[in-house]
């Protein structure tokens, strides 16, 4: 598999805000796409999916906007909460190959 | 729906000895189901992939022999972690998929499991 980091990067953001968490891949031929949240301790969590038939989803204050042009693709969470604070991952599941996690984001919320 | 568990949550063994991790899907079939290992900062690692009813397929610089994965049936995978030392302590990780039904190529997570080898 693919090597992974060792530094996260970090987003932090104030209590209320929205935040954007953005994601690059590499492979033009992906056609589905993940967001997963981490908590400490926890596993990841499914949060949202989108198709790349679509250039937007919208779930419950989270949106993915998908840019197939630049291979782009971003999280956004509206009115951030504490309970928002965790790691999140972008996936790309190919198939039947499993999916290889890279360096995700680390989101710090300041009540 | 799509849940999957793991057990125990968290466990404390001597080096040497073998820690067993039950993965269960439980609302839906896992025809392939994944282990991950994390270390504390760092992103998940995957281990292996295993399809129910055959032997698994291993990451390169994983050890077959030292963690061994049974996918006996649709819903439940285990990882045996053989003669434990101090550098197995970490934090595992399965995943489950069912790929036989449209969509099923989303992979959902247990709450992980937490190693501590003394």
């Known amino acids: 598999g693919e090597s992974v980091g060792l530094h996260l990067p970090t987003l932090s953001v104030q209590e209320g805000d929205n935040s954007i968490i953005n994601c690059a891949y590499s492979?033009?031929?992906?056609?589905?796409f993940i967001w997963y949240k981490q908590e400490s301790g926890k596993g990841p969590q499914f949060i949202i999916d989108?198709?790349?038939?679509?250039d937007k989803r919208q779930g419950q204050r989270v949106t993915v906007l998908l840019n197939k042009t630049v291979k782009h693709l971003s999280l956004q969470i509206a009115a951030t909460q504490p309970g928002d604070s965790a790691v999140y991952f972008c996936a790309s599941p190919g198939g039947n190959t499993p999916l290889v996690f890279g360096k995700g984001t680390r989101l710090s919320v300041i009540a | 729906g799509a849940v999957v568990s793991q057990h125990p949550s968290r466990v404390i063994c001597k080096s040497g000895t073998s820690v067993k991790i039950e993965c269960r899907s439980l609302d839906f079939q896992a025809t392939t189901m994944f282990w991950y290992r994390q270390f504390p900062k760092q992103s998940l690692m995957l281990m292996a992939t295993?399809?129910?009813?055959?032997?698994?397929?291993?990451e390169q610089g994983v050890e077959k022999d030292k963690f061994l994965i049974n996918h006996a049936s649709l819903t439940l995978s285990t990882l045996t972690v053989t003669s434990a030392h101090p550098e197995d302590s970490s934090f595992y990780i399965c995943?489950?998929?069912?790929?036989?039904?449209?969509?099923?190529?989303?992979?959902?997570f247990g709450p992980g499991t937490r190693l501590l080898v003394l």
């Open positions: 492979n033009s031929a992906s056609d589905y």
């Open positions: 295993s399809n129910e009813g055959s032997k698994a397929t291993y």
């Open positions: 989108i198709r790349s038939n679509m």
């Open positions: 995943s489950a998929r069912d790929g036989d039904r449209e969509g099923g190529e989303t992979q959902y």
